[in-house]
């Protein structure tokens, strides 16, 4: 079975500075990562993606994650915050062998002016 | 350009109601899915369809039910509802979980049970 950790249910930055949000994940088999924002009332939208390809991907909105394994981590970043980037931030782990995604409980970003 | 539509998108019920939260997508997706959300419990799965026809359970599946008559719609039903079930629903579909592919979400249904 797979899971993720996010690490910091709650993240505050202020505007310009670093964005560092946690996922750590467990799988038997190679994993397929996701990343996805959530603002208020509204559904989940795909930042980016990991499907085995660069271990360095690429984003919307000046997001980025790197995959590495041996740490099992996929943490996101973005250089420098924006008061638009406020919102609900999921990790979650898929496989090719199962049926399932599996998501963590979520960071909520906030960004101080 | 739809994507995925869930209707209604706000509900109260009463204990012991019964009703069904739509879902409908465009996109020929075979996956489909519904997820619960709530605070501090990220995305809870329900029951998803790997295609017409087939359904299965997944994390909390106890007092829903869901059937898949068609590629498009993916309707999830709450048999008699408890306030426990108060929630935000969302339906989600994807061309294929083994090959990678992201999961798209509708905006959610959010329901209240008196």
């Known amino acids: 079975a797979q899971s993720v950790t996010q690490l910091g249910s709650h993240v505050s930055v202020s505007e310009g500075a670093l964005v560092l949000l946690r996922c750590n994940y467990s799988?038997?088999?190679?994993?397929?990562l996701f990343w996805y924002v959530q603002y208020p009332n509204q559904g989940l939208q795909l930042l980016l993606k990991?499907?085995?390809?660069?271990?360095l991907v690429k984003g919307i909105n000046g997001f980025e994650a790197e995959f590495k394994k041996s740490e099992t981590s996929f943490h996101l970043t973005k250089p420098s915050a924006h008061m638009s980037d406020a919102a609900e931030y999921f990790c979650?782990?898929?496989?090719?062998?199962?049926?399932?995604?599996?998501f963590g409980t979520g960071t909520s970003l906030t960004v101080i002016p | 350009n739809a994507g995925v539509t869930q209707t209604p998108k706000f509900q109260v019920l009463k204990t012991g109601q019964s009703m069904t939260l739509q879902c409908a997508q465009d996109?020929?997706?075979?996956?489909m899915s519904w997820y619960r959300q709530d605070p501090g419990m990220g995305l809870r799965l329900i029951h998803y369809?790997?295609?017409?026809?087939?359904?299965d359970q997944g994390e909390v599946p106890n007092g829903y039910n869901v059937s898949r008559s068609t590629t498009e719609d993916f309707p999830l039903r709450l048999l008699s509802a408890a306030p426990s079930q108060t929630s935000v629903y969302f339906c989600?579909?994807?061309?294929?979980?083994?090959?990678?592919?992201?999961?798209?979400f509708g905006d959610g249904t959010r329901l209240s049970i008196l």
């Open positions: 989600a579909s994807s061309y294929s979980l083994g090959s990678g592919q992201p999961q798209h």
């Open positions: 799988s038997s088999v190679p994993p397929y």
């Open positions: 990991y499907t085995s390809a660069a271990t």
């Open positions: 979650a782990v898929s496989t090719n062998t199962g049926n399932q995604f599996y």
């Open positions: 996109m020929n997706h075979e996956y």
């Open positions: 369809s790997v295609g017409a026809g087939i359904t």
